[in-house]
């Protein structure tokens, strides 16, 4: 089974600067199945990212993922200050589905 | 517009079982691939299962084997998880997901809180 590992566990940064996120896979994986959510408290999860670089519907151009193989990025150029949030990369490939254990993006 | 509308919190005890619903309205219920992920008190999101209702067989995560059941219903446009032999850790908030257009979960249910006390 694949599991992801992200990290750091908690970037603490300011609106305005820009955020590097890892994801690393125990396994090489196919970009077509790397994917990556938003997840704010008292909310459900936001998919931002599927197929490692392409936004979903309506997520602005200040996120933008990347990578092959075994390691993957989520960048947030310029963060705002509704961007401060619980991320999380999934491999959505054959199953199971795991996510990593997510990344806390804090003021 | 499609929409998953969970049903509401629970309240357990040790041991028994408990079963959410979620309901989809919009699009082709039964071409959906719907999952359900839990996310523990100062845990992360954690996938259980899932299922594509035209298909009709769910498939699980190794950790989940033998204590929950997801099924659907296509004429109630219903997808339902249901986990027993109950235990503290398993307090949570249960999501379901759907896979509708693109490689990943790109509908989600409110959440329904479920809470294993005695």
């Known amino acids: 089974e694949i599991v992801l590992t992200q990290s750091p566990g908690t970037l603490s940064l300011s609106p305005g600067d820009r955020a590097t996120l890892s994801c690393r896979a125990s396994q090489s994986l196919s970009s077509s199945f790397l994917v990556w959510y938003q997840h704010k408290p008292g909310q459900a999860p936001r998919l931002l990212i599927y197929g490692a670089f392409n936004r979903a519907t309506g997520i602005p151009d200040r996120f933008s993922g990347s990578g092959s193989g075994t390691d993957f990025t989520l960048t947030i150029t310029r963060l705002e200050p509704e961007d401060f949030a619980v991320y999380y990369c999934?491999?959505?490939?054959?199953?199971?589905?795991?996510f990593g254990q997510g990344t806390k993006v804090e003021i | 517009q499609v929409q998953l509308v969970q049903s509401g919190a629970e309240v357990k005890k040790p041991g028994s079982s408990v079963k959410v619903s979620c309901k989809a309205s919009g699009g082709t219920f039964s071409t959906f691939a719907m999952s359900w992920v839990r996310q523990a008190p100062g845990q992360g999101l954690e996938w259980m299962g899932g299922?594509?209702?035209?298909?009709?067989?769910?498939n699980y995560a190794q950790k989940f084997q033998g204590r929950v059941t997801i099924t659907a219903d296509e004429s109630r446009s219903t997808v339902y998880m249901e986990l027993s032999s109950l235990r503290s850790e398993d307090t949570a908030v249960y999501y379901c997901?759907?896979?509708?257009?693109?490689?990943?979960?790109?509908?989600w249910g409110q959440g329904t809180l479920v809470t294993v006390s005695s």
């Open positions: 999934q491999h959505y490939g054959g199953s199971p589905w795991p």
């Open positions: 997901a759907g896979q509708i257009a693109v490689a990943g979960f790109d509908y």
């Open positions: 299922i594509t209702p035209i298909l009709g067989i769910g």
